[in-house]
C-alpha cells in the first residue's frame, strides 16, 4: 500500500476508527471519506507527505488530528463532533502553509469574536456605505 495515491471511501458507511497505519502512507495525495461512520480520534497523518487533499466530512470524528502533513492543500471537516477549541484549530492550521480551503462548518469548536469598532470595510465588489463615514479598506 506504500504507492497508493488516492483512497476514496466516501458514501460507504463504514464504520469504526482509522488505524494509525493511514498516516504512513507516503504517496498518498487524496484521502477522501466524507459521509460515512468513521469516528473516534483521528491518527496522525503527518507521515503522509504527498497529501493535499483530507475530507472528512459528515463522519462521527471527536477531536482534530494531532498532525497534518505541511503539504495540505484542502481540508474538509465539516458535520463532525469535534470537540476542540479555536485555539487549537487556529494551531493545526497554523502548520499548513499550503492550506487553500477548509471547511469547519457544523462542528463543535467554540469561538469568541470579538467586537471590532469603526465603519464596516469595502471590498473589491463593493458594499453599502454609511453616510458621514470613511470605509476601511480590508
Request: a positive charge; hydrophobic letters at 40%.
Given at each position: ?57 459528515a463522519n462521527d470524528f471527536t ?28 494551531a493545526l492550521t497554523a502548520t ?43
Amino acid at each position: 500500500l506504500q504507492s497508493l495515491m488516492w483512497m476514496e471511501l466516501y458514501g460507504t458507511r463504514l464504520s469504526g476508527t482509522l488505524p494509525g497505519s493511514v498516516g504512513q502512507l507516503r504517496s498518498l495525495e487524496k484521502l477522501d471519506l466524507h459521509d460515512s461512520r468513521f469516528g473516534g480520534p483521528l491518527p496522525s497523518l503527518a507521515g503522509c507527505t504527498q497529501l493535499a487533499s483530507l475530507r472528512l466530512s459528515a463522519n462521527d470524528f471527536t477531536r482534530l488530528p494531532p498532525a497534518l502533513p505541511p503539504s495540505l492543500t484542502h481540508l474538509y471537516l465539516d458535520a463532525n463532533p469535534l470537540n476542540a477549541t479555536a485555539a487549537e484549530l487556529s494551531a493545526l492550521t497554523a502548520t499548513l502553509p499550503s492550506l487553500h480551503a477548509l471547511s469547519v462548518g457544523f462542528v463543535s469548536v467554540p469561538m469568541v469574536l470579538e467586537r471590532t469598532r469603526g465603519p464596516p470595510c469595502t471590498r473589491a465588489t463593493g458594499s453599502a456605505r454609511v453616510p458621514g463615514t470613511t470605509p476601511r479598506h480590508c
